[in-house]
């Protein structure tokens, strides 16, 4: 187990379209969690998956914002009419349920610019 | 609210002086405190965390309720120690709030 992966590194994409970004977790952990990071910010919470439950989505998702997580395994987060503002670090998270107190492991993230 | 602030954007020093990088923290529960480090290219990655108190890398953090402070110390600074921090807070849902982040540079 090579730790969180996340797919693409980067995407460019032009404003309208529509992008999904993949997260590969550690196999054992049931959490997923996925952040938003913008320059000169810390990550702010977008929404997290137990097994492939979407429990709990932050006000900063709007409508244009989706998150899967199918089979409780990799998760996809899909932003639809993309605008300059999405125009962030997109940060996947993983841990194990009851061990959050151990920290996330994290991805090295999908950059996405919108242009 | 939850909210954990972090009042320095870019910390500057020079090597083997000291280094406080401060967190204050805003939760009304018992709050589980980590700081996150993220070097240069790489991904963000678990410092400390208060409950083990723990040194890493020379670095320690205690949790201080009264002020509502976790202030990240290290006695000598060293090139290698120049990222950013980020200071987090882990609510009763299981959530990571983040600080904004301080940048520490640490000069030869």
């Known amino acids: 187990d090579t730790g969180v992966s996340q797919d693409p590194r980067h995407k460019i994409t032009k404003r309208g379209q529509n992008v999904t970004f993949r997260c590969d977790p550690i196999?054992?952990?049931?959490?997923l969690y996925w952040y938003r990071q913008t320059l000169g910010q810390g990550p702010e919470f977008l929404t997290y998956?137990?097994?492939?439950?979407?429990?709990?989505k932050s006000r900063l998702l709007s409508d244009r914002f989706s998150a899967e997580r199918p089979k409780g395994s990799f998760s996809t987060l899909e932003i639809q009419r993309t605008e300059q503002g999405d125009s962030a670090m997109y940060l996947c998270?993983?841990?194990?349920?009851?061990?959050?107190?151990?920290?996330?492991?994290f991805g090295s993230g999908t950059r996405l610019t919108v242009v | 609210a939850q909210r954990v602030t972090q009042p320095e954007k870019l910390l500057s020093v020079f090597k083997g002086a000291p280094v406080e990088l401060k967190c204050n923290y805003s939760?009304?529960?018992?709050?589980?405190l980590f700081w996150y480090v993220q070097y240069s290219r790489q991904r963000l990655q678990l410092l400390l965390r208060?409950?083990s108190r723990e040194s890493i890398k020379g670095f320690t953090a205690d949790l201080n309720k009264g002020e509502t402070s976790f202030h990240l110390k290290k006695p000598f600074a060293q090139e290698e120690d120049s990222a950013m921090y980020y200071c987090?807070?882990?609510?009763?849902?299981?959530?990571?709030?983040f600080g904004q982040g301080t940048e520490l540079s640490v000069k030869p």
């Open positions: 998270a993983s841990s194990l349920e009851g061990t959050a107190n151990y920290g996330y492991t």
């Open positions: 196999s054992e952990h049931n959490r």
């Open positions: 998956f137990q097994n492939e439950a979407q429990l709990e």
């Open positions: 939760y009304s529960g018992s709050p589980e």
């Open positions: 208060h409950i």
């Open positions: 987090a807070l882990l609510n009763q849902g299981g959530k990571l709030i």
